[in-house]
């Protein structure tokens, strides 16, 4: 029995030992990021591998950033991007995950399918139809402009669909006999049941907007108009590229993600968890 619990216990300590080094490792390149952004040019582009904290602790790369790089207008533009995206794939995905999932009506299967499709191709494939349509509707250079790819989710409406199938029939049929239509089983009945699809979608759709690149490339080609993600990209140069500044850029545009998690760290957790996801 002795025998039994020692052996537990150095498995239990290897698996530990393990997580604490692959989390370490996870660990490196932020605090690298950090770090070289207190650095001078000189010690940053050093070829030394010994000289891990800056010589000087320099403040000025963070304050040179804010003033020349407009990073206000890019934490409101990140900021409403993201808060639009999710407002919008989550009203839509609920709705349409409803219908597809517990309503019956002419062509179901194949509207469903289309769906699915979507989730096939490469997103690339939708950049060219989605700026003629944007240009048409004059939202070049705006915050609808960005938010307009965000506004229908393939992924969504499957996620939520699943949500719905899950839950007992029981239910809208208790409803029914009650007098409850359509519309009152939908909102007062079966989408409060499915908050933890809807808070992975949330998660998922402020994630990717955040990540986005390429398009606030294409759309929002003035400095003012674009989000966190075009802004660090523009701010390489092409034969050379003031590192510190960058890492101090890098580090600013983190914060508005490491203040959602905290903020919304337990929600977060359930989300991840229930739908069984990774980012």
Known sequence: MESYKAKKNLTQALIHLFLIVFSITMLVPFLWMVLTAFKSQTEATAIDPFVILPSTWNFDNF?????????????????????FRVLCAVLTATM??????????????????????????????FIIP???????????????????????TAFGTFLLKTGYQGLPKDLEEAAS???????QQFLVIMMPLTR?????????TAVFAFKDLMWPMIVCSDAKSTTLSAGLAKMQGQFSSNF?????????ACLPMIVLYLIFQKQFVEGIATSGGKL
Not at 132 to 150: D, E, H, Q
Not at 177 to 183: F, K, L, P, S, T
């Open 244 to 252: 510190p500044q960058l890492m101090a850029a890098a580090t600013m």
């Open 63 to 83: 304050a040179t950033v804010w003033t020349s790089y407009n990073f206000l207008y890019l934490y409101k533009n990140t900021l409403l991007m993201i808060f």
């Open 177 to 183: 006999i009650d007098g409850c239509n359509i519309g």
């Open 96 to 125: 349409a995950g409803y219908a597809f999932g517990r309503l019956q009506f002419p062509f179901k299967n194949l509207l469903f399918s289309l769906v699915l499709i979507q989730m096939m191709v490469p997103s690339q494939i």
């Open 130 to 152: 989605q700026y003629i349509m944007v240009s048409k509707l004059k939202w070049i250079n705006t915050i609808a402009g960005l938010v307009f790819p965000g506004m229908v």
């Open 196 to 204: 933890s699809s809807m808070v992975s979608l949330g998660i998922f």
